[in-house]
């Protein structure tokens, strides 16, 4: 087994990479991996990612294909976890390799590797003219969908292989769904997978090894997860699909609609929301949480009125520039705010009633997390913690009821009537031009 490369580049005589001991995993994944899909997951620090640069390598050379593919979720990422490992293993005087970085383009005897982060959407544009040898994806499961099934289409030179690496996450992540856990795909060959375990690393110190479990025990998913590498759903979490470095942005998207939306409480909490809507009539709509408010009377130890609420939706509606063409959604339960909105002059825009369908909402924003087109500001701190905490009521479904608990439920019942809102009243709506958002 080839462990390295003639550089053509300047190279340090000390910039070698320590090859520990192979596990068998690692062994078995480098000398086996001749399906189309190869893929190495499972816990954390088991080896998944050096086995899988490796094989990669190796298979550059022998290929007669001339360009492929290496991604990562970032290009941050991609160079730290792959690129410079890879250069490391290639510092020697067997293989040449030189590495460019402004270009992002590897090159391993005299063949073009073509690398960049699958961060978002617009990776597709990218990887849609290419076509390659191979495909070398690291952390493909926190990739986007559409950027890897449009890579996987990519490798269609004669002899093509995929090698991708993962750790595990929902048992209903697509990935799982529709390529690691495929019986079709696995019976006929077309996937193979290897399950690595952290036990399958024999370079790790065994102390480590300890304390790594030891801290991962402290919940069950993580340990299940991280330590024995199975694919398990967070178990009572409503959007369990929800990953805050996807599901976030800080970027200003072009928007076709805006609304103000809220959840109401008298003595609880009030927040509100601004959702901004982006319209693809092929892909679909994609809601985007700009801003929130968030109130809580129990922690202040004051009730708020009407009226400083009606201040708020007057900040955020001139904060916005919006007007008769926008809508504010309030709760069914919000009457005496509706009719003090109604009775205000500075409120510019249309006023509805949101009815909530509970179990319809959910599964509603449940699809648009899981597919990433449900996306809220970095500012909006209160939204992505209760994202992740809101929860079904245990013990409601002991007596067969699915109930969401009643705690951290106060933005994503603000959401509803943000996203669902419209898609209900969707014949009285107005297709907007897009807009570009200052936040």
């Known amino acids: 087994m080839k462990r390295a490369g003639k550089n053509t580049s ?49 298979f550059v050379q022998k290929s007669d294909s001339d360009e492929f593919l290496i991604s990562g979720k970032t290009s941050q990422s991609l160079r730290r976890n792959v690129i410079k490992p890879l250069m490391k293993m290639m510092n020697t005087d067997d293989v040449s390799y030189d590495y460019r970085k402004h270009d992002g383009e590897l090159e391993i005897e005299g063949k073009i590797c073509y690398t960049m982060g699958f961060n978002d959407e617009k990776a597709v544009d990218v990887i849609a003219g290419m076509t390659v040898g191979g495909w070398l994806a690291d952390e493909i499961a926190r990739c986007p969908r559409s950027a890897v099934e449009m890579a996987i289409s990519r490798c269609s030179d004669i002899g093509a292989k995929m090698f991708w690496n993962t750790n595990p996450d929902s ?3 697509y990935l799982y769904e529709n390529y690691i856990n495929n019986h079709d795909l696995l019976k006929s060959g077309t996937l193979k997978r290897w399950k690595f375990l952290l036990d399958d690393n024999p370079n790790l110190d065994p102390q480590y090894v300890i304390e790594l479990k030891r801290v991962n025990q402290k919940s ?15 178990e009572g979490a409503i959007y369990d699909k929800f990953i805050e470095s996807e599901n976030t942005f800080n970027l200003h998207p072009h928007l076709h609609d805006i609304n103000i939306c809220c959840d109401y409480g008298v003595s609880t909490v009030t927040t509100f929301g601004v959702m901004g809507i982006h319209k693809d009539p092929l892909e679909g709509n994609s809601y985007y949480l700009l801003t929130e408010t968030y109130y809580d009377a129990e922690e202040t130890g ?33 009457a005496s705010l509706k009719s003090a909105c109604e009775k205000d002059k500075r409120i510019k825009m249309r006023i509805e009633t949101y009815t909530p369908n509970t179990y319809e909402d959910i599964n ?14 970095n500012s909006c701190t209160h939204s992505i913690t209760q994202a992740q905490t809101y929860c079904w009521d245990k ?32 014949k009285k709506s107005i297709y907007h031009a897009p807009r570009r958002i200052q936040l």
């Open 395 to 426: 013990k409601s479904q002991q007596r067969g009821e699915d109930k969401p608990l009643k705690i951290n439920d106060h933005c994503p019942d603000m959401w509803r009537g943000g996203i669902c809102g419209p898609m209900k009243t969707s």
């Open 302 to 334: 004051v009730t708020q009125s009407d009226s400083e609420r009606v201040d708020t939706i007057v900040t955020l509606q001139d904060d916005y520039k919006l007007t008769n063409k926008n809508t504010l959604y309030l709760p069914h339960d919000a």
């Open 220 to 234: 069950e998913v993580f340990y299940k997860r991280n330590i024995l590498g199975e694919w398990v759903i967070a």
């Open 10 to 58: 300047k190279r340090k005589s000390n910039d070698y990479f320590r090859f520990g001991k192979w596990g068998e995993t690692s062994l078995d994944f480098i000398f086996c991996s001749d399906a189309w899909i190869n893929v190495a997951e499972g816990s954390v620090r088991s080896g998944k990612t050096i086995a899988c640069n490796q094989r990669f390598v190796e």
């Open 171 to 173: 048992p209903y992540h």
């Open 364 to 377: 509603t924003i449940q699809d648009l997390i899981a597919n990433r087109k449900f996306k809220i500001h």
